[in-house]
């Protein structure tokens, strides 16, 4: 990717401000449920910002007529966080028109086998943003190192409303590290094991009757729904386990959970701590 087509930052939390700060935007709109940090960027830079909810019974699967036409700036992650959906291209690219800037949040798609579905290497998208973090697969989130990849002009502009050194020297040595033939076979390794790891979760979770899992999943997470989300959660809690809650996710409610994908021994003493849980939820009234 030509140099003039790429700007580092201090991971995708400042792209998301640099976007809300420098971008022309008069109808902005965020594609629901995910990360909730662009539009909190949008909004923290006094736009008013439109939401596209996408529906459980659909599988949260992207509608691109769901999307109003007079929006000009679109922001969606790819694949999404916290449903793990994998949106093909072919779909994403169907937002693209003249006049609008997409933005696709593809911070955990090297955690896909082959980042297929990836619009990172495109240039024939019209008002294409992609942005991207170095620090997912890598667990290193204090470093603050991702990057935007969009045209010359876009980046000029981002550049532009960017603070002095924005990306420290750790950070850019973690950068250099990350992208060497060595590390990039790895992290292809590391997204194989975790789509083993994913199936090893998802078969254990499909013998809970009292939940439902969003299939197909294919980040390093899966979404589920179960009653008494919050009172499962807490008990998980107790036994050592941390499941992420999901109503603080537009579109989602109490009943939602998001559990990370961990190797097979961890993810075996979760299965058991989780039936724990659900043994221990004290019978309601008429129950």
């Given at each position: 990717m030509p140099v003039e087509r790429v700007l580092l930052t201090a991971g995708a939390a400042e792209a998301f401000v640099l976007i809300a700060r420098a971008l022309p935007a008069r109808?902005?709109?965020?594609?629901?449920?995910?990360?909730?940090?662009?539009?909190?960027?949008?909004?923290a830079a006094g736009h008013e910002v439109g939401r596209v909810l996408l529906r459980p019974a659909d599988g949260f699967q992207l509608d691109p007529a769901m999307v109003p036409e007079d929006a000009d700036l679109v922001v969606i992650g790819n694949p999404t966080n916290p449903t793990s959906v994998l949106h093909p291209a072919g779909v994403v690219e169907k937002l693209a028109r003249p006049g609008r800037t997409l933005v696709v949040d593809e911070a955990f798609m090297d955690a896909v086998p082959g980042e297929r579905e990836a619009l990172c290497g495109r240039t024939d998208v019209p008002g294409l943003v992609v942005l991207r973090s170095l620090t997912k697969t890598w667990g290193l989130a204090g470093l603050r190192i991702g990057y935007v990849l969009a045209d010359p002009a876009t980046i000029a502009v981002l550049q532009e409303a960017q603070p002095l050194w924005p990306v420290s020297s750790p950070a850019l040595a973690a950068a250099e590290a990350c992208?060497?033939?060595?590390a990039l076979a790895e992290a292809?390794?590391?997204?194989?094991?975790?789509?083993v790891d994913r199936?090893?979760?998802?078969?254990?979770?499909?013998?809970?009757?009292?939940?439902?899992?969003?299939?197909?999943?294919?980040?390093?997470?899966?979404l589920l729904r179960v009653e008494r989300a919050a009172e499962i959660r807490e008990r998980?809690?107790?036994?050592?386990?941390?499941?992420?809650?999901?109503d603080t996710f537009p579109g989602l409610g109490p009943q939602w959970l998001r559990l990370a994908v961990r190797?097979?021994?961890?993810?075996?003493?979760?299965?058991?701590?989780?039936?724990q849980a659900l043994q221990a939820l004290p019978r309601r009234p008429g129950g």
């Open positions: 109808r902005p709109v965020v594609v629901h449920p995910q990360f909730t940090e662009p539009e909190a960027a949008l909004r992208m060497e033939p060595r292809a390794g590391a997204a194989e094991r975790i789509a199936a090893h979760l998802l078969a254990g979770l499909a013998e809970f009757g009292e939940i439902r899992v969003v299939e197909p999943a294919q980040g390093p997470f899966v998980l809690r107790s036994l050592g386990f941390a499941a992420r809650r999901g190797d097979r021994v961890t993810t075996n003493r979760f299965l058991q701590a989780f039936d």
